[in-house]
């Protein structure tokens, strides 16, 4: 995996979060000890700035999807990936908090980091079973063809309307001072 830009410090977390935590140069061991186990795997991504209702059909999705024994991997950009990508004064959220907070979802089993402007490295490492989507990317999105090509399927999950951080910070900003 290309180097890693940012670190995180997860020693002074609360063991239930910190257990669910992978640091991306450990990503391609745990996935090996994962499929000796023979366990589906489940992945989705994104910067998950400021978590809403719209993020949870998505991760209660990929929870249904990975079964009894199956595993939810969410995989988070960088604060430098969302910038790069998204605005300079974006993500509102740091990525420490953020992998937090994607820690204490009960529909989450494991989340790490990626500093790339999109997954597709990660993903050939991860080979999921199923990538967990939005419909605004739909069938034909960046991660498809990395999927398909280890084995794996989409599954797209139809948008919310009116729940995205940038209409949130939006709505925000017209409340006024």
């Not at 795997?41 to 700035?49: K, M, Q, Y």
């Not at 990508?85 to 908090?97: A, D």
């Not at 089993?109 to 990317?137: A, C, M």
């Amino acid at each position: 995996m290309p180097s890693i830009t940012q670190t995180i410090n997860v020693s002074n977390w609360h063991p239930a979060l910190r257990r669910k935590v992978i640091a991306p140069e450990k990503i391609a061991e745990t996935v090996a000890f994962w499929r000796e186990q023979k366990k589906k795997l489940v992945t989705l991504n994104g910067s998950f700035d400021l978590p809403h209702a719209g993020h949870l059909e998505m991760l209660s999705n990929a929870y249904d999807l990975k079964g009894e024994e199956g595993i939810v991997l969410v995989a988070l950009n960088t604060d430098a990936s969302i910038q790069r990508y998204k605005s300079q004064s974006r993500p509102i959220i740091t990525l420490e908090g953020r992998l937090k907070m994607m820690a204490s979802y009960l529909f989450v089993d494991y989340v790490t980091w990626f500093d790339q402007d999109n997954p597709i490295e990660l993903l050939k490492i991860v080979r999921p079973d199923v990538h967990v989507n939005g419909s605004e990317y739909g069938q034909d999105c960046i991660e498809a063809s990395t999927v398909k090509e280890g084995g794996g399927s989409l599954f797209i999950v139809q948008k919310l309307e009116g729940l995205s951080t940038s209409s949130i910070v939006e709505k925000i900003l017209s409340l006024g001072p």
